[in-house]
């Protein structure tokens, strides 16, 4: 018997044997990203001139080496202990292929490149995808070489994670992918809005809605003409809905008779005289039928928020800083829209995994939504639209998924949908979309159709009433259409505010949110899938666009889609038919996956730089680049009409995109061979679409201003980075070389040095702050070194622009700290303060002494020339020693030394004494109940013009200890009356 002939060689093994090269030249591309990332790149002159700033070349050669270890360890580790029946080697080239996305990481060198090359104008749309979005690029990139490494593994990943996810329950699979969409959601809004959240400042509309709140808490129920300022109130003034509830009480018979008597004259035929018999103010305000001043802004979200905003008004806060009628911190009421922000999340998931039944794909979209414009701009806006659309998505999917036979159910989604024109007026047309459909649709159940007919009646007639109460009419809309009033519908502005809500660069959803142009391919598949929730999906947006397009689509001038952002959960169901339809193809996952970064990063630039008083996109890019440059501006006219008319085509191509597909299938299906020219149909024409877009906006500027960094965030960037590693390793765009001493202007620099806590307290760190900066401020650098005062002298090495410190400091005494800047060109530059650490405990509030009223004195004076502060208060044997430190206007005696205590909100004098200017003076202070609030304030009559004058010097407030506090026991300082 002849002997069995020895097995042939795999593919794998008689592959080259290139494998090492792979690894090579993906652990240089890991070490060439890290690199860019250590370095800089920043514009300089707005743009006309680069500056890129490279790292030492041996982090090049250590970032590479640490990736090259790793990739082998984790060749090594698949070969040896995933898969060691067969053998896998690093040296062949088609084991080592599973690298390749590695490779991918070499496109951030594009960017830089790009910049520095002299036609370095018209790579603004390269910079900005190869290095404003170059730290989106290494997540996708890890993705994808996980999933190619998990498939040379022969899916060992994946089985693991299917066996995990196998383990836990469904319920709790569900739980934990909402609790974990609610965190990131979350999570995001917090980071990326360093400006709006839990800021008491507010504009726009906002606050019309946060003044219903205050006017009920202060019990005067919706007249708004007499609510008062916060600080004219007491500090623990309560509550007053009672008085709230007592109001109601007497007006609501009243105005029930006055509507019987207008029933009974309509029903006699008197239609001539006016109802509608309130007067148009100003600025949304209006004067009610008898009298009084309300707001035309409805008062639906304020009922929602008025618990979170009685805490932050009696518990959390005792001023307002920001507007007098408002708390200065609403930590709650923020709390609140974060609350209904995350639950919204919840429930879109929930929504779109019923349409596709897909918890993946729902979670992802879910995501999408909440991350991108508009959506993501509102999660500490004070308006409706959240809470809008929260309730729109319990409505639609009520009607298109949960309708069962329960009445009370119906009864209760009823009132849901009733409660819209409550939210603002915009969503009157809106609720009414449901009602209809309701009727329609149970025509077969009536009593389904009755009670949630009930339920919406019920809450749109208490509406009614509410606008009867103000106005004398029952219309809903009629507070907008009071004697003198704007207008608030525009009929000829639909068209071009509908146009200008998708298309326009500066408004419109697609500039902001590219997402959604996916969405648009996913419209004819909806309505061929669900008919039902494409149809009461259009029939609600139009009934929202529709309004909101005729009153204006710039929204004021506030965050872009304002007024769209309750209907963005309905676009997504498009988005998930194009996902469930496409989302095997790999071009249109990396498209999808391409758009959704550029409208996350759209909507996390928007977040970090919106200030309310500035609604459009502010960016401070690299690049000065973002997709709304290849959209017309139609807020400004139509300028552009080749522009917009090239986008009209790219949107009604993608929309016949599903149609032409499912023509090539039932040519195919039908036996039919379809020619090369009709499956070229469609990508041809959209190429060519896409091309046109790109050369009708050629006009444009390749850098917008608004987007660009700014030129001293840019020079402090470069300067950081040529001050760290001082060689020459920086270069402009035009060809030249700069090194640190470019941009040292040591001869213009100086430093700032200041105590930025409000006291320092031993054993508790003190914070201080170091500015470096030259000619017009810009920043300077050199190396510095603080001394404390205290025998610390602490070494901080390189520092460029501002640089905050902390230290703390063991005991109470003056000391002198100081500055020690050693500049580029040897100078050396020292800047002292004095800081005094104070015995007390807690931290030095200090109160505006015209806060004070003693009987007797007379009101202090405008503007003092003379000032003094009280140095330092000291208890001791003698009784309180106090210090006062004044300027040369206080250098001559008559000030008097006031001893002032309180228990709530009403200061009395305990005593007073004569004080010497500039000294210190033991004042004997009588028996004072321990847990009591006491101040010191010192004034002096100073002789001017108008006569005797009060000045004043600031209040700190203690509260005196329960041991006895002439023994030399600490003193505590609180805030205003003891609080």
């Not at 383990?167 to 934990?176: C, E, V």
């Not at 007098?324 to 999340?345: H, K, R």
Request: aromatic share 10%; glycine share 10%; proline share 8%.
């Amino acid at each position: 018997m002849s002997e069995p002939a020895p097995p042939r060689p795999s593919a794998a093994r008689t592959a080259p044997r290139t494998g090492p090269l792979i690894l090579l030249l993906a652990a240089g591309a890991v070490g060439s990203f890290v690199w860019l990332a250590l370095g800089a790149i920043a514009p300089l002159n707005d743009g006309a001139t680069y500056v890129w700033v490279t790292p030492p070349l041996r982090d090049l050669a250590v970032a590479a080496g640490l990736a090259l270890a790793g990739l082998a360890a984790l060749q090594g580790l698949l070969a040896r202990v995933v898969l060691p029946a067969r053998r896998l080697s690093f040296r062949n080239l088609q084991d080592a292929w599973c690298h390749w996305p590695l490779l991918l990481l070499y496109g951030a060198l594009a960017g830089p490149a790009a910049l520095m090359h002299p036609a370095q104008r018209w790579s603004a749309p390269v910079s900005y995808l190869t290095v404003d979005l170059r730290f989106w690029l290494l997540p996708l990139v890890l993705l994808l070489w996980l999933h190619t490494v998990d498939h040379q593994a022969a899916g060992a990943l994946r089985r693991a994670l299917a066996r995990a996810a196998a383990r836990i329950p469904a319920p709790a699979r569900r739980f934990w992918l909402e609790a974990l969409l609610c965190g990131i959601c979350v999570t995001f809004a917090i980071v990326t809005t360093p400006r709006l959240r839990f800021n008491g400042g507010v504009h726009g509309d906002e606050p019309k809605y946060l003044r219903y709140c205050e006017n009920l808490y202060q019990g005067r129920g919706f007249e708004v003409g007499e609510i008062q300022n916060v600080a004219d109130l007491p500090t623990d003034y309560p509550p007053q809905f009672g008085r709230d509830l007592r109001l109601a009480a007497q007006v609501i018979p009243v105005e029930v008779g006055n509507l019987a008597h207008d029933a009974t004259d309509v029903l006699r035929g008197d239609w001539n005289r006016p109802f509608n018999r309130a007067h148009y103010l100003q600025a949304w305000f209006v004067e009610g039928k008898n009298g009084g001043l309300y707001q035309v802004h409805t008062p639906g979200l304020p009922f929602l928020l008025l618990p979170a905003y009685t805490l932050d008004r009696y518990v959390l806060n005792w001023s307002s800083d920001y507007h007098p009628q408002f708390p200065t911190n609403p930590w709650a009421t923020d709390s609140m829209l974060l609350l209904v922000y995350a639950v919204w999340g919840v429930v879109i998931f929930r929504f779109l995994r019923r349409q596709t039944g897909h918890e993946g794909i729902a979670w992802l979209l879910a995501l999408a939504v909440l991350l991108c414009l508009p959506v993501a701009a509102f999660p500490f806006q004070i308006y409706p639209e959240t809470t809008a659309g929260l309730v729109i998505l319990l409505v639609v999917g009520y009607l298109v998924f949960d309708r069962s036979a329960s009445v009370p159910l119906a009864f209760g989604y009823g009132l849901l949908a009733g409660y819209l024109p409550w939210l603002h007026i915009r969503f009157g047309a809106v609720s009414a979309v449901p009602l209809i459909w309701m009727v329609v649709a149970e025509r077969k159940r009536p009593k389904l159709a009755v009670a949630f007919a009930g339920g919406y009646t019920l809450v749109v007639g208490l509406f009614c009433f509410y606008v009867y109460h103000i106005t004398g009419s029952v219309m809903p809309s009629a507070l907008y259409f009071t004697q003198g009033a704007v207008g608030a519908f525009n009929p000829a502005a639909v068209i071009p505010g509908a146009t200008g809500f998708v298309f326009d660069g500066k408004w419109g959803l697609l500039p902001h949110a590219p997402i959604y142009l996916l969405a648009l391919a996913g419209l004819p598949l909806l309505i061929g899938r669900r008919p039902a929730l494409a149809g009461l999906g259009i029939l609600i947006v139009l009934m929202l666009a529709i309004p909101s397009a005729g009153h204006g689509y710039t929204a004021a001038g506030g965050t872009p889609l304002r007024d769209l952002v309750a209907i963005m959960p309905l676009l997504a169901t498009a988005l998930a038919e194009v996902f469930v339809e496409y989302r095997h193809s790999r071009l249109f996952q990396a498209i999808f996956a391409l758009l959704l970064v550029v409208s996350v990063q759209t909507a996390a630039v928007y977040n970090l730089h919106h200030d309310k008083a500035v609604g459009p996109l502010v960016d401070r890019s690299i690049s000065g680049w973002h997709l709304n440059l290849l959209f017309p501006e139609l807020h400004q006219g139509v300028t552009r009409p080749l522009l917009l008319a090239a986008w009209f085509a790219a949107a009604i191509l993608l929309v016949l995109l599903p149609l032409w597909r499912r023509l090539v299938a039932r040519w195919q299906a039908s036996g039919g061979s379809p020619s090369p020219l009709l499956r070229a149909t469609w990508p041809v024409l959209f190429g060519l679409t896409l091309v046109a877009v790109v050369w009708a906006a050629r006009g444009k500027p390749a850098r917008n201003p608004d987007y660009l960094m700014k030129g001293q965030q840019a020079r402090l960037r470069v300067v950081r980075l040529l001050a760290t590693h001082p060689a020459d390793r920086g270069r402009t765009s035009d060809g030249s070389r700069i090194t640190a001493r470019t941009f040292d202007d040591a001869e213009q620099a100086h430093v700032q040095f200041a105590q930025t806590s409000p006291q320092a307290v031993p054993g508790r760190a003190s914070t201080f702050e170091v500015k470096v900066t030259s000619h017009d401020d810009l920043p300077a650098w050199g190396h510095l070194w603080i001394e404390y005062g205290d025998g610390a002298f602490v070494p901080y090495g390189v520092v460029s622009g501002s640089l905050q410190v902390e230290h703390v400091y063991a005991a109470p005494g003056d000391y002198v700290a100081a500055t020690d800047l050693t500049l580029p060109d040897g100078r050396w530059l020292h800047q002292p303060i004095d800081v005094h650490v104070r015995a007390a405990a807690g931290a030095d509030t200090r109160l505006d002494p015209s806060l004070v009223h003693i009987d007797g004195l007379p009101p202090p004076a405008a503007a003092a020339p003379a000032t003094a502060s009280i140095d330092r208060v000291m208890l001791g044997p003698a009784g309180v020693s106090v210090r006062v430190a004044g300027n040369d206007a206080w250098q001559g005696g008559g000030a008097t030394l006031w001893v002032l205590a309180t228990r709530g909100s009403t200061w009395r004098v305990a005593t007073s004494a004569p004080l010497p200017a500039g000294t210190g003076s033991p004042v004997a202070v009588p028996d004072i109940p321990a847990g009591t609030a006491v101040g010191f304030m010192v004034t002096r009559s100073a002789a001017g013009t108008g006569g005797s004058t009060m000045q004043r010097t600031d209040l700190p407030v203690a509260v005196w200890p329960s041991s006895d506090a002439r023994l030399g026991a600490p003193v505590t300082i609180l805030g205003p009356a003891g609080r």
